[in-house]
């Protein structure tokens, strides 16, 4: 044979699928997904058969688990012990199981998810529950089939007498499928069974009058009953788990917030540590304290308050923060005919019922088989004793027993059985007494054969059967609800105060971008003086605000963006340091620039309105509110066009007039009113048609005629003009001069373009600083007023090339 022919080629995929393809089937059917029928795992219903063959049970004392571990891997489950005790403790997890399958002794772990002891030391025997899961199965209720090896075998499904996937729901992942199906509660469970069984068209919202909901074994309370109807219709749905908490008052007016009960599969140690860290971290104010004061009595977490301190509100926090409130996803996929299938309550409902009607009526059967064999035996046995003596005789005449058995049989008509039977008979039963014992017994089998196929032949007998052993498990093993359900999600809402605690402080920006909070105690230690706050060289202060930790900032940039920033997060400097860049306190992009940044103690001022300039004249009006926002992140404030930018943002009461001033000298005054409000992402209307090469670099909110307007052109030349002589026109028209530029050779310049323009009131104090980073000062007052086209006076003087390159009020 050649190498071509030893080897045949394949293509990767189709291996790779069909290898992950059985892995797949494998994992899904024998691992991870429950039956719908018995609500078990595989490795689950090993361990329980396995404890239930070998005499483990609740009336015998316990044995050490390794045994159990070690007779179920060795004749069911043929993987590693960590697994099979892995699936033990589960079962023997009170905090994890809503009625526990495992009774053990010894450690098993912790609602501080403490891992359980090894094997080796902890001891274990079956639930009296867990019986009820395996009772009739030496009946033939279920199917068996081959172990691992064919040297036994066991049982693909337990007879499960009350509906244990419902009961102690499942969690597992697999392949393409996870399940999530909680706890509920034992006796709803039962009754909304039989309901079914009652009345098999009932609708789901009959059902949920008995099954309201979940019931974990920790309590708490059950938020979402839309959730809960939609995991009950489709198997889908989310619902929010809240701890049990209570606010207690102490001495000396304090508080403290008492919790007893927390939700399902949070693990209690975590919970206690992220409520220290909260307190350590300061990011709550008032937690003087997080203790753990559980013991015997059950679940206690107690978080002591400081006086004054706002318990609700602190309550809120960690209920948002921690989980002290969490949301439980359902998704409940169980295998029904060996395939994985997502179900609603009633499917699941009805296929435990069908499991159970099969599992009756095998064991009816069963039993009838058995019946009908002992009522054939005695009424061979009775008919012996009546003819007594020739019977004697026949077995006497007989060689041997085989003998005496066909002579039996040939003579007096006897079965096989009946002769077996009459032969093993001994002497003490042929008395009268056992005479009327064995008739008595005769005729009550009578009755139950009788009894046994009225069953079997009535399924509406068979369902009552069923249901009469439901209620007994009820009456048995049901216990009260634990968790509280609630139909309304209550939203949680945290106040800053808080958070924060409120305090005054300056918060200051700079040109290149450097920001920091300073409380008024530094700034007063350094001295109460303004001009003396540190910046980098080459820097200064573009802004100086004075603020409360509870107020808010929008910060917008060039490109149209906003950031909404608290104040509380903006880091803490000493006066005399320079702070810290912005981009480390909001994502701001490389290939953008802050240019305008607004205080806002609350956003929702109906008078107020936000106003963007844009370098080509746009203008756009848009109210506070709209800017209202929860998140972090980057916003968008106002559409900007192509080769544009914001140069100016406002926050306006809508009541005074713009003056838009050009770079080549123009401007236009007209009523802010001119601009409707528009919404956050919209572009603006045009303020001022504009020549090309101009660009708007000045917008100033101008009220009736008081006042000047200055103007400074790039060399230094300034002078200001009446306001009045700037009058009122339409919006998006070409302007008035405000400037006049010299040319010609033999006549001195006076700059070829406006690097500012500002208000005057009152007089200002102006700072100049030019390309060469020179700074200079001057005021509003030594500006001439002249004519509003006119060539201005030289003030600010510069070195040979040197120009302004930005102005500012101080």
């Known amino acids: 044979m050649s190498l071509s022919e030893e080897y045949l080629p394949v293509y990767l995929e189709e291996v790779v699928g069909d290898r992950f393809g059985r892995y797949s089937k494998y994992i899904i059917q024998d691992r991870a997904i429950p039956d719908v029928r018995d609500g078990l795992k595989p490795v689950q219903r090993r361990i329980l058969y396995s404890m239930y063959d070998s005499g483990n049970m609740p009336d015998k004392p316990y044995r050490k688990s390794a045994k159990a571990v070690g007779d179920v891997m060795g004749n069911y489950h043929p993987h590693g012990d960590s697994s099979i005790y892995d699936g033990m403790v589960r079962m023997a997890q009170p905090w994890k199981m809503g009625h526990t399958l495992i009774d053990g002794h010894g450690n098993w772990g912790s609602i501080d998810d403490d891992p359980a002891a090894a094997m080796r030391y902890t001891e274990a025997r079956l639930s009296p529950i867990a019986l009820e899961l395996l ?3 030496e009946k033939g209720t279920v199917l068996f ?9 066991e049982p693909t499904v337990l007879p499960s007498r009350y509906p244990n996937l419902l009961v102690n729901g499942a969690s597992g992942i697999s392949a393409g499928f996870a399940t999530e ?61 809240r701890s049990k908490t209570e606010i207690e008052f102490m001495r000396g007016g304090k508080q403290q917030i008492v919790i007893t009960e927390i939700p399902f599969q949070v693990v209690k140690s975590r919970l206690v540590t992220a409520m220290e860290n909260i307190r350590l971290e300061k990011k709550v104010e008032g937690i003087a304290e997080v203790r ?55 499917p699941i409902l009805k296929a435990y019922i069908d499991h159970q009607r099969e599992v009756v009526m095998r064991r009816t059967k069963y039993d009838l088989n058995k019946a009908e064999d002992r009522l054939h035996v005695l009424e061979g046995l009775v008919k012996a004793l009546n003819i007594l003596d020739e019977v004697i005789a026949a077995i006497k005449a007989s060689k041997n027993r085989q003998d005496a058995q066909n002579n039996l049989q040939w003579m007096f008509g006897f079965t096989e059985r009946q002769a077996d039977a009459i032969l093993i008979l001994q002497l003490y039963r042929i008395t009268n007494l056992e005479i009327t014992t064995l008739t008595k017994e005769m005729n009550e089998i009578e009755k139950k054969v009788e009894n046994l196929r009225a069953i079997i032949e009535s399924d509406k007998k068979l369902l009552a059967l069923i249901r009469k052993e439901l209620m007994d498990i009820r009456d048995k093993y049901g216990i009260d609800r634990r968790s509280v359900i609630q139909g309304e999600v209550e939203e949680i809402k945290v106040n800053l105060e808080v958070l924060v605690s409120a305090e005054d402080v300056i918060v200051t920006l700079s040109k290149d971008g450097y920001i920091k909070r300073t409380g008024m105690q530094s700034f007063t230690r350094s001295g109460g003086d303004r001009e003396s706050s540190g910046v980098k060289d080459g820097d200064y202060l573009r802004q100086v605000m004075e603020l409360n930790t509870l107020d808010n900032l929008l910060v917008f940039t060039q490109k149209g963006q906003y950031f909404m920033l608290p104040v509380h997060q903006i880091p803490e400097f000493k006066w005399k340091d320079a702070g810290t860049a912005i981009v480390n306190v909001i994502h701001l992009s490389k290939e953008d620039e802050i ?27 848009t109210e506070l509110k709209e800017y209202m926002t929860t998140r972090s992140g980057a916003i ?7 080769e544009d930018e914001i140069i100016s943002v406002t926050l306006s009461d809508s009541t005074k007039d713009i003056l838009l001033v050009s770079k080549l000298g123009m401007s236009i005054r007209f009523k802010e009113q001119e601009v409707n409000a528009m919404g956050r992402v919209s572009g603006g209307v045009k303020g001022i048609q504009l020549r090309d090469g101009d660009e ?48 010609g050779k033999r006549v001195k310049p006076n700059g070829s373009h406006l690097v500012g323009a500002f208000y005057c009131k009152e007089p200002l104090r102006i700072c100049a600083v030019s390309q060469a980073s020179v700074f200079t000062e001057i005021t509003s007052d030594q500006a001439p007023i002249s004519d509003r086209k006119s060539i201005g006076k030289h003030l600010i003087h510069l070195e040979k090339n040197d120009q302004i390159i930005d102005i500012f009020v101080k």
């Open 595 to 621: 240019v305008g940044v607004i205080p806002a103690t609350t956003l929702d001022d109906p008078g107020k309105s936000v106003v963007f300039v844009t370098k080509k004249g746009q203008v756009k009006r």
């Open 135 to 137: 009772r009739d199965i």
């Open 145 to 153: 089939k081959d172990n691992f090896d064919n040297t036994t075998q």
């Open 292 to 346: 753990d004061e559980s013991g015997r009595e059950g679940l206690r977490i107690v978080v002591e308050l400081k006086k004054e301190a706002d318990a609700q509100g602190i309550l809120n926090y960690l209920l948002k923060k921690t989980d002290l409130q969490v949301t439980y996803n359902f998704n409940m996929v169980a295998i029904v005919n060996k395939a994985p299938h997502q179900l609603g309550l009633k």
């Open 636 to 642: 968008a404030a106002c559409k900007v066009g192509d």
């Open 181 to 241: 199906i909680p706890p509920h509660n034992l006796r709803e469970v039962i009754d909304a069974c039989i309901a079914v069984m009652q009345k098999p068209e009932i609708e789901l919202e009959e059902l949920m009058t008995f099954i309201k909901g979940p019931d974990f074994p920790l309590g708490g309370t059950i938020m979402g009953g839309e959730g809960i109807m939609d995991a009950y219709r489709t198997g889908k749905g989310r619902i929010y788990l």
């Open 696 to 743: 708007i670099i000045s917008a100033l909110w101008v009220e009736e005629d008081e006042g000047e307007i200055l103007t400074i052109s790039d060399i230094g030349y300034a002078k200001r003009s009446l306001l009045v002589d700037y009058l009122s026109q339409s919006r998006g028209g070409k302007g008035l001069p405000t400037f006049e530029f010299k040319e």
